[in-house]
């Protein structure tokens, strides 16, 4: 089945930091979405982004499907962004695959 | 006004026993799934329920059953628990199986002892 990769792992920024965590998938894909989980607990979805480009605001994603990754950026971050972050993706006519996750802290 | 409500959120109990924990979903959603998150995080997919189509990891073991009653709920029912099945169990629905619009329960601890 497919291979979902997530890096870097974990991650420790100072408040106000960029960051950009990365996603690796195996195989061709017909949907990719991001996700956030919160400390305590609470699954995000962020964006549904199975290519192109997208924004909201101090987040965006980018989904390069022929090159089989995405990234989201996080800008200026703040405290409020730390948690685990998950990409899915969903191989043709099967359900979600989610990576590993990245765990985030961000350090007032 | 919750989108997608599990209950409990905490269910402590013993080895052998029988529990269910419920999930409703108020968006008109037609897909329905059930998710296991282990100690590490890790999340997999346990059930997927489309419009009376399930759809079953291979790997779950038979001592899980979905039940859904209608289309805004999906219950979980486990049998004989094991220490193993302790873990965060979260719910989640979605307009069309895998698209956008997922939106995930707040989750159930589940703890054996």
């Known amino acids: 089945g497919i291979q979902v990769e997530q890096s870097p792992p974990d991650l420790i920024l100072q408040e106000g930091a960029n960051s950009t965590l990365r996603c690796n998938f195996s195989?061709?894909?017909?949907?990719l979405q991001w996700f956030h989980q919160n400390p305590w607990g609470q699954l995000i979805n962020l964006f549904y982004?199975?290519?192109g480009t997208k924004q909201n605001g101090r987040l965006s994603a980018t989904t390069v499907a022929t090159e089989r990754y995405s990234l989201l950026y996080i800008s200026s971050s703040q405290t409020t962004d730390s948690g685990v972050y998950f990409c899915?993706?969903?191989?043709?006519?099967?359900?979600?695959?989610f990576g590993p996750g990245t765990r985030l802290s961000v350090l007032p | 006004d919750t989108a997608v409500s599990q209950t409990p959120k905490y269910l402590v109990t013993q080895m052998g026993n029988d529990k269910s924990i419920k999930c409703e979903q108020n968006?008109?959603?037609?897909?329905m799934y059930w998710y296991k998150q282990d100690s590490k995080k890790f999340l997999k997919i346990m059930f997927s329920?489309?419009?009376?189509?399930?759809?079953i990891n291979e790997t779950v073991p038979n001592r899980f059953s979905p039940k859904s009653p209608d289309k805004a709920h999906l219950n979980l029912h486990i049998n004989s628990l094991e220490l193993g099945d302790s873990a965060v169990y979260f719910c989640?629905?979605?307009?069309?199986?895998?698209?956008?619009?997922?939106?995930f329960g707040s989750g159930t601890r589940l703890t054996v002892v």
């Open positions: 989640a629905s979605s307009q069309v199986r895998g698209w956008y619009g997922y939106t």
């Open positions: 195989d061709s894909v017909n949907n």
């Open positions: 982004i199975p290519s």
């Open positions: 899915a993706s969903v191989p043709t006519g099967q359900n979600f695959v």
């Open positions: 968006l008109g959603h037609d897909t």
């Open positions: 329920y489309n419009n009376k189509e399930l759809i």
